[in-house]
């Protein structure tokens, strides 16, 4: 037949989704409905930040039940996305052991150059391709050799999130490609685990299993979860399961070459290359070279993106004030402009205790006016974030030799309609704002390519862009933009 029903979960920092996709083949089209939307919550538990995977396992039934309870009783196959570097380990037994760790956990804090000292910047470089990000999985799993041995001693299995969570489901143990690339003990170019780096570092070689690739048949739900909720078995697929790679998968591009920003709690600016850029340059500026689908790298840097108005608003909550995005975003619109720069990159916004107040000491000894406002706060993180994208997209395109005309966004961020102005001002291009539903999107269309409902990614990217809307930015705000952009650059020692 020439139409499908699928499954998507995409668990990202905000919420969690169940999506449920239809591809009307004929049509060309494909429509989404979300089933189930529930909160992702880490828990802190003394002085430790956790990931709730139990609850989240619970989630993912309810999801899979609410596909019965709405009619839709042909699902063809199902995926899950989330973001990367976390990890479970795996008793012998096939017991979790213990709680993942969430990478904002500060147990990685000074763990990334002790790792660097022992093996060197250019050597971990010239072999993963990866940025330096204190949270990647391999200064997790350092930290844990040091503060929690025997849990590692114990370890016979690591299982990224989303492999975690399909085992739970499926009985299965998998290592999917995309996540596997994240954890910097990836190699990118013989493409197999690091084994001779992981061996170094200390750390058991024998947890990892060989990633199978994306868009890979992985098992099917396992019969005592078909028992429990009483539904057939669906298949299940290892899609990109990197949240990014799967965003990156919807961005409804029309050339080959384009630039891409994946817009949520994190904001990933790059793009998509035949291969890893390991130039010394690259290497100087940390970018980072991600495993996409399809034998697809991605060249991108991560910027701090909407995690640091999110922990503003989180903040302003516990002091009892009720202002949602929207009207955050209006309270900034009406602020004088380019009064105040933080580089939204510095470590110290990782995971403060206190935003706004991180933020104002950033402006206080950069020596500049400090945004008093929540407003005020709010106007300079948007206007710091456009700023930045300028920066990284003009990086991005001296490491790829090529110019982009405008840039693609994808994610909830695009909801933010003032940020995209903004970027499209501060970059003087055309901004292409959606799907909002990235990550989902990309998930559902490397489904329907297991099933043999796409032909490739090209299809499915014209796919996506035929059944979404795109809004088009244009830059306005003149020059105002260029001469603040220098003085962003000196706020931020650019
Ligand atoms: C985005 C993302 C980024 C990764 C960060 C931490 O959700 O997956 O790609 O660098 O989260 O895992």
New binding site residues.
Partial sequence: SSSSTVLAFDL??SSGRAIVGRLDSEAGRITIEEIHRFSNDPVRVGNHLHWDILRLLHELKQGILQTKHRGYTAIESLAID?????FGLLAANGELLGNPYH?RDHHTDGVMAKVISEVGREKLYAATGL?F?Q??SIFQLYALKDNNPELLDRAATFLMIPDLLRYFLTGEKHSEYTNAT?TQLYNATSLTWDTQLIEQLGLPASIFLPPVASGSRVGALSPSVCEELDVPSIPVIAVGE????S?VVAVPALDDDFAFL?C???S?LGSETDNPVLTEQALDWNF?N?GGVYGTNRL?K?IM?LWLIQECKRTWEKEGKTASFAELAKQAESVKPFQFFIDPDDDMFLNPAHMPKQIQHYCRVTGQVVPETDGEIVRCILESLAMKYRFILERTEQLTGKSYRGLHIVGGGIQNELLCQFTSNATGREVWAGPVEG?ALGNLVVQWIALGYIANLREARKLIRNSFPVKTYHPTGGAGWQAAYDRFCTAASL
Avoid at 82 to 86: C, G, N, Y
Avoid at 242 to 245: N, Q, S
């Fill in positions: 990202g920092a989330s973001w990367a570097v976390d990478y940025q990000l949270f990647n994240t990197h949240d990014t790679a965003a994946s949520g709690t994190w990933l980072t991600e991108l991560n993106g990550s």
